[in-house]
Structure formats: C-alpha cells, structure tokens
C-alpha cells in the first residue's frame, strides 16, 4: 500500500507517495513521471522503504519559481532529507531525476547508502548534443524516448481539460527553467562527478536517443568505480520498458551496499 | 485617423514543411530573390511616404520565412535616409532575445538623432518560437523584458554613467553615446497579443498598445481593458494609443479585392505563421494567468482559420474603396483606434504600389479629420 501526503519543505509545498519497508530509498523521477506508482516502484517497495516526491512544479505542485538553478533541486532534497529524518538513504535517479541525484551526489555523498542513475541527463558529453525535447510534438517526443512506445501509455495524463493542459505546461515551464539553457546539463557537473564517493550503478538503455551509450561511458569513467549495466530492450527510460529486471538489478546492488555498511 | 504602413518584408515561399519558423531550412532561401525583394519592400515604404503615410513599420523575426528582418534596426537605417518626413516605427526590438540590450538603447538614439527625432521604438518580447532560435529561456522572457525596458529607458533619460544592477543585465557604466533627439526619449510603443501583464504595464507608462493579427471581438475586449488601466493609472487614453496592426487589400471592386486577398493575404496566415503548437507556447512563455485565459477564448491557430473567418472575424479589412471604408469607420469610430498599421500584400511589386495608391487617394482622405494633431505628443513616454 502507498500514502500520499502532503509536505512543506521549508516553504515549499511537496506531494509525496511512500511505500513498503527496509531501508529507505529515495526515487527521483524524470519529466512526466511525477507522482505515478509503476511497477518499478512496486518492486523496490518489496525491499525497500521507497520514498517518491513530485519536484516542484510537476505532478500538479505549485509553480515553482523560486528554482533557478539544478542546485535548487539538489538542496531541495537534502532538505527533505532532514525532514524526514534520513540520515542516509539509498538515491535512484532516471534522467532528469538523475541529473538532480548527480548533483547531490557531489554535494553529500556522505547522505548517500548507494547511487543509482538511470540514463541521466545532466553532464556534457564531447560529440553529443541531447536532441531538443522542448520542441518535439507527442509522436516524435515518445519516439525518441521510448524504444518500447507502449510503455508511454503509462504516462498518458489523467485528463485534458484546461486543468490538466495548465499542469503540463507548468511541468514543461518548471523542466526549462533549469534545463533550457545550457540544455539539459550543467557545465560545472561534469568536473565535479569525481567527488562522488558513494558507490555507484548506472542503468541505460541501450537504444537511448536521448543519452546515448556514448554518454553512460562518461558518467562510467567519470564517478570512481561506477558499474554500467546495459538493459537491451529499452530507450531512454528502462525503469518504465523494463522495469521487472531493472528493479532487480537496482535493488541487488542497493541490498549489497546495504550489506556493506 | 493615422496611418502607418507596416512592411513584414515576407519571403513568400510556398512549402509543404510543418513548420515556417525555426525549423524550415534555409536552403530555401535564394539570396538573389530576397535582393530583388529587400529593394522592392523598401521602395514600397518610401513611395508610402511619398502616397501621404504618416508612419513607415518594421519589426524583428528570426530563422522564417514570414518576416525577414531578424534585424529591424537595420532596415530603420536605411529607411531614416531615404525619408524626410514620416515616422520611422520599429515594431519592435525584441528585448528579452538580447544578450546586451544597451544595444538597443544605442542603436534608437542614433536612428532618432540621424533622423531629427522621427523614431517610434517598440519593445517587444518576441513571439515563441523566437526562443527556440535565439535559444533565450522563454521562462526569463517577461523578466528580462521588464529589465531591459527600464535599463533602456533609464539610459536615454538618466545622465550618465551609472551602475545597472539587474537579475539579467549588468553593467558598471551605462552612458550611451548619442542621447536620443526626442525629449525625454523616443515614443515606446508595446506591440502585443492581449496578455493582462503587458496591457497593465503598457497603460501605466502611457504606451500605445498595438494588437497585432487579432479578432475584433478581442481588440474591443483589450482596448477596453487597456482604457481601464489607464484610468487606474490616474488618466484618460489618448486614441493614439490605441493601434492596431491589421492587412488591408483595396481595389476597384469587391469581388476583385477578395480574389487578391484569397490568393495573397492568406497566405499569411496559412503559410507564413504555420508551426507547431509548441513554438508557439515555449514553456513559460505565457504565464498561467493568461494561458488561462486563453484556453477559455479558444482562439484558433493562424492556419485553422479559413478566409472567411478572417473576413467575419475582422482580422483583416477587403473591399473596394467604398466596402473598405465603411469597415475602417468600424476601427475609428467604435473601436476608437488611433493608428491604423497596415501591409498591403497584393502579389506582385507592381499591383502593391497601385494598391497603396488605390489606398491613398479613395480611403485615406475620408479619415483625416486630425491632420493637424500630432499622435505622438504626450503619449509613448
């Protein structure tokens, strides 16, 4: 069973969906995926206290203006952290929730159990340029990210009333405010990956169009022994294309760093 | 009545690609045709003096092919030149789109010093897909608008140096060189769409508001809007600050002003503005508040609207002299519209310049009760 509460985290109203029991595990989605409980959080809950927050701005929270920079986020959750009294949690990050799990990690790895980034956005990769989301319509937006396209159907909204067409366009307006320009990457991050001390699991999808393959060696050579595993059936979202065996290899390694402790 | 004669410069390509901005290569331009046309656009601006027009109005787009002038300030140049008369409007730099909009302030006071203080400078934000070209965060648009309007216009009106301290722009002397001619500077104008934001905080500074491609409906709706402001603000709207941007096709006869605007006015709204959603409403571009109303108007895409739409629906004016007239009296004396900005898109450069002359001699004379007023004395400063 999941619970769904409402939070204030220093001013900032937060939606929050918990559920099952272990070690606290802290998941961070990426653009749409805010405040829906798949199968892939269904697993982890079987091991693991997983605690699943809506980033400002998505998942119908308020506009979040406040937030200029990836840090903003990064804070943010360290914040939230606090309040909820982790003291340690084990991070999950898909794309842009990873980009915002890097930054963490190079800010509190000490916070930090584990890291799990699946195809995270976030770094510049020499000879990759993310293709441009923002101006893509839905056909070519869920074709790029899917290589699976009937996983999308998991993030059809709820509706398409003028409510529901307001709370994407906040979605997107609160994705661009921090990932316009420079386009989904901080130019500081990428330096910085070697201060990440936790250790660390990189998911990626083997047919990503977003972040290719390319980009998952970078993250895999730039954070001190990180392991790359590749998932064969799936685009830019495995967690959502194959979310049984990601889900068993993201929670293997999490029990093991659990383990090691 | 004053008119202004409104040059997109278009490069009129007819295409089957999705988009006419940002995406539509610019393999389809033909640096040869687009000289032929620059030369014919400007030759129609200043024979429109020559014709009687009280103002000549270029505006800013990029990577398009419906306007092709990502620089407006350039073609102003070479229009203060050419001219002796007539108001130069530029409708208008899009501010947010620069990096360093001191620039702006700069190139207005030279225009207005070289041209004896003919300049009317629009501030605009840009239309959406305008970030995707200039790859600005259209979520900073209306910030970095609102910034660089008053760093511009602190820098004509404060002597300087002085330190400006923005969230965007930042600068430890702002002291341009030439000070603009006009006292205290240039007219500004705020060439819009209908946002709430924009029409309170044109109103409150005295700036003409300008719609541009709209329903009447909604100009009567905005303009009354935009009068209430200003009475909030402490005064009464002067009509010219009431303008408003719409194509205008004259000719002997009704039925043939129809076929030349079916055959060339639409190709505007068809051709010219067509792109995807998306570019249109890059996020953050709009606030809530006003996507809001938006959804709640239902307005249509440019390219979902059929002539007759365009027709009934008042966003453009077709006709013989007479038919044109009488649905110019409309704008005049209901809507209380100061300042008529119009193209004339007839086809060819030759059927343009005898449809401005058409324009000139059988509709203009009936609206000109204010020769002698001057639209821009206490307005736009």
């Known amino acids: 069973m999941t619970r769904a509460r409402e939070l204030t985290v220093r001013g900032v109203p937060v939606r929050l969906l918990s559920g099952g029991a272990g070690p606290a595990l802290l998941f961070l989605h990426g653009a749409g995926g805010a405040g829906r409980w798949l199968p892939f959080q269904d697993h982890l809950a079987r091991r693991f206290a997983v605690e699943f927050p809506s980033h400002p701005g998505h998942g119908g929270s308020p506009a979040a203006e406040w937030i200029e920079h990836i840090s903003d986020l990064a804070f943010h959750y360290l914040d939230l952290l606090d309040l909820l009294e982790l003291e340690r949690v084990h991070l999950v990050g898909a794309s842009f929730g990873g980009w915002i799990a890097a930054e963490i990690a190079v800010m509190a790895a000490h916070r930090l159990t584990s890291l799990v980034l699946i195809d995270p956005v976030g770094i510049k990769v020499d000879g990759w340029i993310y293709p441009f989301l923002f101006a893509m319509d839905l056909p070519e937006l869920v074709s790029t990210v899917f290589h699976d396209v009937t996983a999308a159907l998991a993030l059809v909204p709820g509706g398409e009333g003028p409510d529901t067409l307001l709370e994407l366009a906040r979605e997107r307006a609160a994705l661009a405010r921090v990932a316009w320009n420079p386009y989904l990457y901080d130019p500081l991050l990428r330096r910085r990956l070697a201060r990440v001390t936790t250790p660390t699991l990189l998911c990626w999808g083997e047919h990503d169009r977003v972040a290719s393959l390319a980009c998952a060696r970078v993250w895999a050579a730039e954070i001190p022994g990180a392991r790359l595993e590749i998932f064969g059936g799936s685009g830019h979202v495995p967690h959502l294309e194959e979310p049984a065996p990601v889900a068993a290899v993201v929670g293997d390694f999490c029990a093991a760093c659990e383990g090691a402790r | 009545m004053k008119f202004y004669y409104f040059h997109l410069m278009p490069y009129p390509l007819e295409h089957g690609e999705p988009s006419s901005w940002v995406t539509l290569s610019n393999r389809h331009y033909d640096p040869a045709v687009g000289h032929v046309l ?85 501030f605009v934000r840009g239309i959406g897909p305008e970030y995707y070209s200039t790859a600005v965060n259209p979520t900073h648009s209306r910030e970095r608008f609102y910034e660089a309007a008053e760093l511009i216009l602190r820098a004509w009106t404060e002597p300087g140096p002085f330190p400006f301290d923005g969230r965007f722009y930042r600068y430890p002397f702002v002291n341009p060189w030439p000070r603009p ?36 409906k909604r100009i009567a709706q905005i303009y009354g809007e935009y009068r209430e402001a200003c009475e909030r603000s402490g005064y009464t709207a002067s009509r010219y600050q009431l303008t408003v941007n719409l194509p205008i096709v004259v000719a002997e006869s ?86 008529v900005c119009s193209g004339f898109p007839a086809g060819t450069h030759e059927a343009t310049l005898e449809m401005m002359q058409l324009f000139a001699e059988e509709v203009m004379p009936h609206f000109r009760e204010d020769a002698d007023v001057d639209e821009t004395a206490g307005v736009g400063r």
């Open chain 2, 38 to 122: 620059y030369n014919q656009y400007l030759d129609q601006l200043e024979y429109a003096e020559t014709l009687g027009w009280d103002g000549l109005c270029v505006n800013e787009h990029h990577q398009n092919c419906y306007g092709t002038m990502p620089s407006p300030n350039v073609m102003a140049a070479m229009l203060v030149r050419r001219t002796r008369r007539a108001r130069i409007a530029i409708l208008g730099n899009g501010l947010p789109l620069r990096e360093n909009p001191l620039r702006v302030a700069e190139e207005i006071a030279m225009l207005d010093v070289a041209s004896g203080g003919r300049v009317i400078s629009g």
């Open chain 2, 181 to 216: 001619l006009q006292r205290p500077h240039p007219p500004v104008w705020c060439p819009s769409q209908g946002s709430a934001e924009t029409v309170e905080w044109a109103a409150r500074r005295r700036f003409p508001y300008l719609m541009v491609f709209t329903p009447i």
């Open chain 2, 254 to 339: 009704d039925a043939k002003a129809d076929a030349i605007a079916r055959r060339n006015a639409l190709w505007v709204y068809h051709v010219g503005l067509r792109m995807p959603l998306q570019f249109w409403q890059p996020p953050g571009y709009t606030t809530e508040a006003s996507l809001r109303r938006l959804l709640a108007a239902g307005l249509k895409l440019p390219t979902e609207l059929s002539f007759e739409d365009l027709e009934a629906g008042g966003y453009i004016i077709c006709g013989s002299p007479g038919t044109v007239r009488d649905k110019l009296r409309v704008f005049a004396d209901e809507l209380r519209a100061g300042v």
